[in-house]
Nanobody, 116 residues
Framework: QVQLVESGGGLVQAGGSLRLSCVASGSIFGVYNMGWYRQAPGKQRELVAGLTRGGSTYYGDSVKGRFTISGDNAKNTVYLQMNSLKFEDTAVYSC??????????WGQGTQVTVSS
């Protein structure tokens, strides 16, 4: 089992940037697929970005070219760099991990609010 703790959310103006961090309780790279999900009020949760155990990345269509997922093996940390933020990026962002999917384990979530 792995525990995940996110940080880095906050309030930012449209066009600005934020970097979310997800610290895991143990080694994750090469062991777990790591994902960042988000859920806005009244909407379904969606996978925003993923980093597979093999090192491949996935991005949702709405964030391609603006968001980047990366990791630091030494710190057991996954990052989500979010640039050119839009009002519609406002949501609770959650880090996740899984051996056979992205979503077996979850962090508590961090709020990102983009003002227009």
């Amino acid at each position: 089992q792995v525990q995940l703790v996110e940080s880095g959310g906050g309030l930012v103006q449209a066009g600005g940037s934020l970097r979310l961090s997800c610290v895991a309780s143990g080694s994750i790279f090469g062991v777990y697929n790591m994902g960042w999900y988000r859920q806005a009020p009244g909407k379904q949760r969606e996978l925003v970005a993923g980093l597979t155990r093999g090192g491949s990345t996935y991005y949702g269509d709405s964030v391609k070219g603006r968001f980047t997922i990366s990791g630091d093996n030494a710190k057991n940390t996954v990052y989500l760099q979010m640039n050119s933020l839009k009002f519609e990026d406002t949501a609770v962002y959650s880090c996740s991990a899984g051996r056979w999917s992205y979503s077996e384990y979850w962090g508590q979530g961090t709020q990102v609010t983009v003002s227009s």
